[in-house]
């Protein structure tokens, strides 16, 4: 009997989506197979991913300086023995980096994704048109600003098998990334 395969795109699955999904489908024969998006390679007319500048927000309106919670977050992952924290959602790292955009109407988020070290700095991978010398240097103390297109290589300088992601929200393919240093 030959094995029948389904492909997905590991960057709009994560791994708890494809967990479940591949425990449905191998019990019936099938096997999941990541892979590029097809769509992607056919879609002419895409529109560019969004570059609005990022703005950070002062202490008195977050209530916590980045420095505060990275320090935080860092002492917690040094308790649980996380060398590295991975993360997606434009609402954490937001949060995290006291930051804010306009990249999604009526969200006032700026889109990118965040490598936390255990100890040392930061880094935050966005659009290169978003990095300018004035944002850079407001968050310099937090954070270095790095081009998106560097995050996949960033994952793999990572030797170690301590990098935590949500299960829930991460994109499989950036765990995949990390796992397979």
Do not use: C
Not at 46 to 72: C, F, H, M, V, W
Not at 144 to 168: G, K, R
């Amino acid at each position: 009997k030959k094995v029948q395969k389904v492909g997905y795109d590991g960057w709009l699955h994560t791994p708890k989506e494809i967990m479940a999904l591949d425990a449905k489908l191998s019990a019936a024969g099938i096997e999941l197979v990541e892979m590029h998006n097809l769509v992607d390679a056919i879609w002419e007319d895409r529109p560019a991913p969004p570059t609005n500048d990022i703005y950070t927000l002062d202490d008195a309106q977050t209530g916590k300086s980045a420095a505060d919670k990275l320090t935080e977050l860092q002492k917690q992952m040094a308790e649980k023995n996380a060398d590295y924290l991975v993360l997606t959602l434009p609402e954490s790292t937001n949060w995290l980096l006291n930051i804010r955009g306009s990249d999604i109407s009526n969200t006032p988020v700026s889109l990118g994704f965040a490598i936390v070290p255990q100890q040392g700095v930061t880094r935050f991978f966005v659009q290169p048109e978003k990095i300018n010398p004035v944002i850079q240097a407001e968050l310099s103390d937090v954070t270095v600003l790095e081009p998106i297109e560097e995050l996949e290589e960033a994952l793999t300088s990572t030797t170690t098998d301590a990098v935590w992601f949500d299960d829930a929200t991460a994109p499989i393919k950036l765990v995949n990334i990390a796992k397979s240093v």
